[in-house]
C-alpha cells in the first residue's frame, strides 16, 4: 500500500519545486544560453561562441570590477568569521538581560540594506557625524571623503557590510556555542587556562566547521555585492565608477534599452562559476579537516 503511495511526498513537494524552477533554475539556464549570443535588451541573439568571452578577456573595466571585489572578499569574509564569533562569545553567557543584547545586536539584520546605506551615508558624508566627530577631537583637519574617493568609498561599504552582517552570523555562532560541552571549560580552568587561552584552545577548535561554514556564506555574499555601493555612491560607483563590483559592472552593462545581455549573461556565468568554486573549496577544506580530526 505505501509502495502505491510514492508520489505522495512530491505532491507535497511540487508547488515549491514549481516556484524554484521557475524562479532559479529557468533563469539560470537562460543566462547560460544568452551568455554564447549576441542578444540586446530589445532583440538580437545570434550564436557567437566565445566571442562574449574572449571579451571578457580583454575589459580591463571587468578586471578593475574583479579586483575590488576580490578586496572585499579579503577584508570582509575574516571581519565576518572572526568579529561575530567573539560577539557571539560576549552574549553567550547566561545573565539577566542578556537576551535584549542580543536583539539589539541582530536588529540590523532585519533592516533593509537601503534604509542602511541611507543611514551610513549621513553618517559619513562631510556634514555627518563622524567627521563632525572627528574634526572636533582634532583628530583630522578637515572632513574625509568617505563617499567621494573610490578607496574610502570601497571600505566604507565594507564597513556597513560587516556592520550588517554580524548579526546574522552571531546567532549561527551561538547554535555552536551551545552545543559546546561545558567540561571542555571546566578542565581548561583546572589547568590555569585564561580567558583568552580557553577561547583559542577550546572555542575555536570546537567551533572550526562553523567558521568555514560563515566564511562560506559570507564570501558568497561579497561576490554579489551590489546595494551598498549603490547607495551609498548614489549610483556612481565613485568618481568614474572606480568601486565597482563585478554585480555592479554586470548591471551596468546589461542595463537600459541599450543593454548587452549576452556580454552580461557571459559575465554573470563567470560570477557564478567563481562562486561555485568558493563553495566546492569549502566542502574540501571541510572534508580534509574531519579527516585530520578522525
Known sequence: MIGRRWYVPWLFLAPALLVTALMTWGPLANTGVLAFTDAQALGGGQFTGLDNFARIAEDTEFFRALGNTALYLVV????????????????????????????VFYSPVIA????????????LSSDGLVNAVLVKLRLIAEPLPFLTDSTLLLFSCMLVTVWKGLGYYMVIYLAALSNV?????????????????????VTVPTVRPTMLLVGTL????????????????SGTAGPGG?????????????????????????????????????????????????????
Open 218 to 233: 559570507s564570501a558568497i555574499s561579497a561576490t554579489k555585492v551590489f546595494a551598498e555601493i549603490y547607495v551609498m555612491s
Open 181 to 201: 560541552p561545558n567540561e571542555l571549560y571546566e578542565a581548561a580552568r583546572v589547568d590555569g587556562a585564561g580567558a583568552v587561552r580557553r577561547f583559542r584552545s
Open 112 to 123: 533593509s540594506m537601503v534604509v542602511v546605506g541611507l543611514i551610513w551615508s549621513w553618517l
Open 242 to 294: 572606480q568601486a565597482k563590483s563585478i554585480v555592479y559592472y554586470i548591471r551596468e552593462v546589461g542595463l537600459g534599452v541599450d543593454g548587452e545581455i549576452g556580454y552580461a549573461s557571459a559575465m554573470s556565468l563567470v560570477l557564478f562559476v567563481g562562486t561555485l568554486g568558493l563553495s566546492v573549496l569549502a566542502l574540501v577544506l571541510r572534508r580534509r579537516g574531519e579527516r585530520n580530526e578522525a
Open 76 to 103: 570582509v569574509v575574516p571581519a565576518l568569521v572572526l568579529l561575530p564569533l567573539l560577539l557571539a562569545q560576549l552574549v553567550h553567557a547566561k545573565l539577566p538581560g542578556i537576551g535584549a543584547f542580543r536583539a
